[in-house]
């Protein structure tokens, strides 16, 4: 019998604060939960990491109480990028690292990653572990076993060399003009810095958190603002990232956005196109057509997964590949680094930009993103959809329409009662009008 988890998602948990199981008391047993099964090896330790919306303080309290209660040592990160503490819980060695955030999402939503000892994201097994762990009696050790905090001093100098060390030390960004946008979350002391110490000139927006403006109109999901700012400043390209620094969208000198397809295309074309003997690129099932197509005539190989970072991940270690990604930008270069990283993925772009001696523009225009409209259609139950034949029959007239110049996919949304419908070809007025009408299609057959 399959088992499943009642807590865990693809990416951690997650949730509107004050919400089961986005609680305090929640958060408390959870720390003594993971504690009990990391405790099991002697002289555990387990790093905490936050981004900067108000609750982390509240269930960074909660966790450290609960990981205590259970005799695991605590080294506290404060507000650190996600794949900052991905890359620090391997430097140290701990036990397991954990990132309170909700990512892209509003300050009203929190939730938790986990990271293990290589800086990965934790297996299947420890998840399971964990969740029978919820399931029993919260039991304090006895008062000579409980675990000790402390606060470890230097993680953004440590990060910050990280990242400057993912480029080659040859490449100086001098003579660039760049605006940053953190987002107001946890890049907002890394990012500035990595850029200036690499010669850059640098202007920042969304670097003043207050707890509560995270990702709030600004950042990689509201990328509008940057492109604003690279046009009046008259810079050479803006860089934005989500609330937790793992993702990452672009703006050129013209003012158009760059995402996670484009900006996979030019690291694949940069270091992949010279002939890397059996190397690809992973994307998802909703990576922009265009981008297979621009890899094809590299002749760079392109698979597809499910929506999210694990499935990239799963795939790029089966076939052995190190670049990867989904068109929000969250982009995975496993040369580099273990897990999604904003800042980093940039740097990548950066040094193409400098090796190629071409524009951030002039990079991605060979790329021919295909109009794509998607449209999300709430329902009681999204998994109704298989087995419709209505709607199958609907999908296949609307493929049939758009021949080999197009796509359609219809995907229940793995955290909301909805069913994305998307659509994409070369005709931007047909991949509207067809996105309409099978969304009304889903409606109508599943309401």
Not at 88 to 103: D, H, P, W
Request: net charge negative.
């Amino acid at each position: 019998m399959t088992k499943t988890k009642k807590y865990f998602g693809t990416d951690g948990i997650r949730g509107r604060v004050g919400e089961y199981p986005i609680t305090p008391d929640f958060f408390l047993k959870l720390g003594w939960a993971t504690g009990r099964v990391f405790a099991q090896n002697p002289g555990s330790t387990v790093l905490i990491g936050k981004d900067t919306r108000i609750s982390g303080y509240m269930f960074e309290s909660a966790l450290e109480a609960g990981l205590t209660s259970a005799g695991v040592d605590i080294k506290l990160l404060g507000p650190m990028p996600t794949p900052a503490v991905a890359h620090l819980t391997n430097t140290f060695q701990a036990q397991a690292g954990i990132v309170i955030s909700a990512s892209h999402n509003s300050y009203e939503d929190n939730g938790i990653k986990f990271f293990s000892t290589q800086g990965t994201k934790i297996g299947d097994d420890i998840e399971f572990a964990i969740e029978e762990a919820l399931d029993s009696e919260l039991q304090t050790v006895s008062s000579d076993r409980i675990g000790k905090a402390s606060r470890i001093t230097d993680a953004s100098g440590r990060y910050i060399e990280f990242c400057k060390g993912t480029i080659s030390s040859y490449i100086k960004l001098n003579g660039l003009k760049i605006v940053l946008d953190c987002a107001n979350g946890a890049t907002y002391h890394i990012a500035p810095n990595v850029f200036k110490e690499l010669g850059a000139q640098v202007s920042v927006i969304g670097n003043k958190p207050d707890g509560l403006n995270i990702n709030n109109d600004c950042g990689s999901t509201k990328p509008q603002q940057l492109a604003n700012e690279v046009l009046n400043q008259q810079a050479d390209l803006g860089i934005a990232f989500d609330g937790d620094g793992d993702r990452v969208q672009m703006v050129d000198h013209t003012g158009e956005i760059v995402d996670g397809d484009e900006l996979l295309y030019i690291i694949a074309q940069h270091k992949l196109a010279d002939g890397a003997d059996g190397q690809g690129v992973v994307g998802t099932v909703m990576s922009n057509l265009g981008l297979e197509l621009a890899l094809k005539e590299l002749n760079i190989p392109f698979r597809r997964t499910p929506v999210g970072d694990r499935y990239v991940m799963e795939e790029l270690k089966t076939r052995q590949w190190y670049i990867g990604g989904e068109s929000s930008g969250h982009v995975i270069c496993l040369d580099k680094t273990t897990t999604g990283d904003g800042i980093v993925a940039a740097l990548q772009v950066l040094a193409a930009m400098k090796d190629m001696g071409k524009s951030l523009y002039d990079l991605k225009v060979k790329m021919e993103k295909f109009p794509q409209t998607m449209i999300n259609v709430r329902l009681k139950n999204p998994k109704a959809l298989n087995g419709n034949s209505i709607i199958q029959s609907a999908v296949k007239d609307a493929e049939s329409t758009l021949g080999k110049q197009g796509r359609v996919l219809l995907r229940p949304s793995g955290t909301e009662p909805m069913v994305r419908v998307m659509v994409e070809g070369s005709d931007d007025a047909l991949v509207s009008k067809l996105a309409t009408e099978l969304s009304q299609v889903v409606s109508k057959e599943l309401a």
